[in-house]
């Protein structure tokens, strides 16, 4: 089994970062601190950060086909200037339900995008998975925990998805022209102690890398096999997210979480919360934008 190293980078501190993600419009990465109601941008070449403050919690973010930036909130998803700041709300996510909030979204080959919810203090199957098409949201899959991540396979024929709660990570048959899913089915069981299944995204070979909450890495899966190939150790133990960018999508972004950690732990652990970069020499996926 492959095994890397992330390094930190010593410029930002987050509360709950996640929501990794490559923009090829920018040539920079994304990521969201939910707790600190944050949108960041990172230069992975300069390893500079700019960062925007939100009204409220932000869940995930995806760049849009204009420039814009499309993320969930509390309890709507809106459309973001990162420049201006301007925030236009798009549609209502479970305003009904103020106990829940977004969590992770990525958008499909046709743009629209599957965003989770999930109760703020994570009691229950209060959650739902959605997606939206830029006029109607519609719920995919109901009684979610953690709904977290999302990512497709390259031919777009299947669909990868990941509750936290259930410690798995299940495919699904997609028709990327209805957008609907089929035949579920667990193609990963995660069973590392005291470590969870996060955020997630795939490389050009198919294999899903999955941030490792209480595990202090990032996993290389094969869902074909249900085996662990690879695994990126980071000195920080709140994995969250995981997205390829750079010039030939060789490099990984990771974000990290301070929060659930006592004083000891943070201590022990001083990188956590910062954002991690690693070359890992296998080419990855860019996610799709989203087109309204």
């Known amino acids: 089994m492959k095994t890397w190293k992330a390094t930190a980078l010593n410029n930002v501190r987050l509360l709950l970062g996640e929501g990794a993600i490559w923009s090829s419009l920018w040539d ?8 600190g109601q944050k949108v960041g941008i990172l230069d992975p070449i300069y390893k500079t950060v700019e960062e925007r403050h939100l009204r409220e919690k932000v869940g995930t973010v995806v760049p ?37 909030r977004s969590n992770d979204g990525k958008c499909d080959a046709a743009g629209r995008l599957w965003i989770g919810t999930m109760n703020k203090q994570a009691k229950g199957a209060a959650g739902a998975l959605y997606f939206y098409d830029g006029k109607h949201l519609k719920k995919k899959i109901a009684n979610r925990k953690v709904s977290n991540g999302i990512c497709w396979s390259k031919d777009n024929k299947i669909m990868y998805y990941i509750d936290t709660l259930d410690y798995n990570i299940k495919s699904y048959d997609f028709d990327v022209i209805n957008g609907t899913i089929s035949n579920e089915n667990i193609v990963v069981e995660v069973s590392q102690n005291g470590s969870m299944p996060d955020g997630m995204t795939i490389d050009d070979d198919g294999m899903l890398w999955v941030a490792m909450w209480g595990g202090g890495c990032v996993n290389r899966y094969n869902p074909f096999s249900g085996e662990l190939v690879g695994k990126v150790e980071l000195d920080a133990p709140h994995v969250t997210s995981c997205a390829f960018g750079g010039k030939d999508m060789k490099q990984l972004l990771i974000t990290t979480a301070s929060v659930g950690l006592s004083e000891e732990q943070l201590k022990q652990f001083p990188n956590s919360g910062a954002l991690f970069l690693v070359d890992v020499g296998i080419k990855g996926m860019e996610m799709n934008r989203f087109k309204s």
């Open 28 to 35: 920079k990465f994304l990521y969201v601190d939910i707790e």
């Open 64 to 100: 849009a086909e204009d420039g814009w930036l499309i993320v969930g909130l509390e309890s709507s998803i809106a459309i973001f200037d990162f420049d201006s700041e301007e925030l236009n709300e798009l549609i209502k996510l479970e305003s009904d339900i103020p106990t829940n």
